[in-house]
């Protein structure tokens, strides 16, 4: 009932910028907090970031001050933007969303979109 339906990825040059979307259907958005994942071929997925019911954000410490996370409720959609882009950083991106503080801190997260491929050029 619940689906999450990443957009946005595609191909940019090292440096450059994207804004993925996350798009929440079947519940509202403010009933999740919503968090950002990634994972490159042959490698581990890896946490990027989240934000909380009140928009409060955490991110990991490879993205900070490049990445930012916001949510727009009314549009039942949260946004991952995107700067200065490394090429180390091409992988699908994942959206994921959780429906409690207890969840959210025990990683347990419940819904997952299908992905977005990220694509940084040198």
């Known amino acids: 009932q619940v689906q999450l339906v990443e957009s946005g990825g595609g191909l940019v040059q090292a440096g450059g910028s994207l804004r993925l979307s996350c798009a929440v259907s079947?519940?509202?958005?403010?009933?999740?907090?919503m968090g950002w994942f990634r994972q490159a071929p042959g490698k581990e997925r890896e946490f990027v970031g989240h934000?909380?019911?009140?928009?409060?954000?955490t991110y990991a410490e490879s993205v900070k001050g490049r990445f930012t996370i916001a949510r727009d409720n009314a549009k039942n959609t949260v946004y991952l933007q995107m700067n200065s882009l490394k090429p180390e950083e091409t992988a699908v991106y994942y959206c994921?969303?959780?429906?409690?503080?207890?969840?959210?801190?025990?990683?347990?997260?419940?819904?997952w979109g299908q992905g977005t491929q990220v694509t940084v050029s040198s």
């Open positions: 934000i909380t019911w009140s928009s409060v954000t």
């Open positions: 079947g519940r509202t958005l403010s009933s999740y907090a």
């Open positions: 994921a969303a959780v429906d409690s503080l207890s969840k959210l801190l025990r990683n347990e997260y419940l819904y």
